[in-house]
């Protein structure tokens, strides 16, 4: 997913070209300099008339001509915050990221460096960082961690800086805010880039203290949380829903993330359950912004345990809630061999396919189970048989064993649906000359067992 930095960076430069904010604005005007001339300025006329003729050259490539030619020329002077700036803003401009960055620290290891000129630049650099994060030449170890070291730099920096006397307090709280974000974002990135992911969660969350709505920002962390070892996948899955639910940026990438991440940490054979869990935690991500302690997502550990519970795999079913919903989650796909049933209706659908209606009992005990299958009226399961012509010889009450797979669930009223079924041939001898077979009344398997 490409970051989205438009209204970070129409906030940075908010916060930066305020009219009249001179604490964060570094170009030399031409008052500045006469005033500089007046208190014995050390640097020379040539100098400033160099620089002047650079900073106001309107063309990008000539305009880094000029600064290439005034820093062989003059490569001490005094000068040189001003050109390092000159540089920095134009290589911007020219969505050359790596040579912004470049010049921002050629600026930052100057000496004397003001505060609003270094919080200025650190934001130049922070931006630079997370417009061009997709360039292989900021992707190294390198330079993840210069970037981590600016952004601490930066609000470290940003924790100084005072209220300019003519800005608002609104305005500057504001402009303070979008700054953090920067500078948070970009650490937050940088961690990730060093494999850091525990520190990049917390940039994030620092980002998201300052801004809950931040789609990108709860995208990202909730990749951060994913990539942890071991992974925190219900935060991590949390966050995905709540960037999409916040309407981000690449919704629909986004959308697919999450739901081959979740198909991963649970292995369901269903992948449709994956697009219902995913409209869950959508629609409830929509409510909140914190994860409800309530909400759990099974992992593949958790399912496979619920499929091996073959007791409790009709009982939990049966009665739906959280139990039915992790027991579906478990067994939908399964196959489950030699399933003992009750017959109570055999309906054709071609020669050699026929629907079974056909009755399951929930108790363990093999008595009980026989009693219930008994007194068995109404169906709670229906198998498709697929290309067995002799499930004509079936009869009505008869108990037979089928294997089929598990693909449909209705709690209420209740009722399992089973596709490409196979009776046991074992079930489906020929009647006794003379007639009706008698009821197979004995307690069936359970499933799985």
């Given amino acids: ?51 002047q003729a650079a900073h106001n050259e309107k063309d990008p490539q000539m305009k ?11 490569p001490g002077s005094a000068l040189l915050m001003y050109i390092y700036g000159d540089y920095e803003s134009t290589y911007f401009a020219l969505k050359n990221y790596p040579k912004t960055i470049e010049y921002a620290d050629k600026l930052l290891a100057l000496p004397n460096v003001d505060l609003g000129t270094r919080l200025q630049t650190l934001g130049y650099r922070a931006q630079a960082m997370l417009y061009g994060s997709a360039d292989k030449e900021l992707q190294t170890q390198d330079a993840y961690t210069k970037a981590k070291d600016a952004s601490a730099q930066g609000l470290q920096t940003l924790s100084q800086w005072q209220k300019p006397q003519n800005m608002a307090d609104d305005q500057f709280n504001n402009n303070k805010k979008a700054l953090g974000v920067l500078f948070n974002s970009v650490a937050g990135i940088a961690e990730s880039g060093l494999k850091d992911y525990k520190g990049a969660a917390d940039s994030y969350k620092a980002v998201l203290a300052l801004d809950p709505s931040d789609a ?40 697919t993330y999450l739901r081959n991440q979740l198909l991963h940490y649970q292995m369901l054979a269903c992948d449709n359950l994956a697009d219902d869990e995913i409209n869950q935690m959508i629609t409830l991500a929509g409510t909140t912004s914190d ?10 550990d958790d399912l496979q345990k619920a499929r091996d519970d073959t007791a409790d795999f009709l009982p939990w079913l049966q ?4 139990h039915g919903r992790v027991m579906w989650l478990a067994t939908c796909g399964s196959e489950y061999p030699d399933v003992g049933v009750k017959v109570l209706d055999i309906m054709p659908t071609d020669n050699d396919n026929f629907t079974l209606k056909v009755y399951r009992p929930a108790a363990a005990d093999p008595d009980a189970a026989a009693k219930e299958m008994d007194a068995a009226t109404m169906p ?10 002799d499930v004509k010889r079936l009869m009505k009450d008869d108990a037979v064993r089928f294997t089929g797979t598990l693909k449909g669930y209705q709690q209420s009223p209740f009722m399992l649906t089973w596709e490409n079924g196979k009776v046991n ?8 000359s003379g007639g009706k077979r008698p009821a197979r009344t004995a307690a069936p398997k359970r499933p799985g067992a």
């Fill in 216 to 255: 990108v920002t709860h995208f990202r962390l909730g990749v951060a949380y994913l990539q942890e070892m071991p992974p925190d996948a219900p935060d991590g899955f949390w966050e995905l829903s709540r960037s999409i639910a916040l309407k981000g940026p690449g919704e629909a990438q986004v959308r």
């Fill in 319 to 322: 009665e739906g809630g959280e």
């Fill in 291 to 300: 994860r409800p302690a309530s909400m759990t997502i099974p992992s593949a």
């Fill in 1 to 51: 997913m490409q970051p989205s930095c438009k209204a970070i960076a129409v906030a940075f430069l908010a916060a930066v070209f305020v009219p009249g904010a001179t604490a964060l604005t570094w170009a030399v005007p031409q008052q500045q300099a006469a005033q500089a001339q007046q208190q014995k300025p050390n640097y020379t006329l040539a100098e400033y008339n160099a620089y």
């Fill in 380 to 389: 709670n399961m229906e198998i498709h048989i697929v290309m067995q012509p």
């Fill in 64 to 74: 880094l001509k000029d600064l290439d030619d005034f820093v062989m020329k003059f």
């Fill in 425 to 432: 041939p074992e079930d489906l001898q020929p009647a006794p």
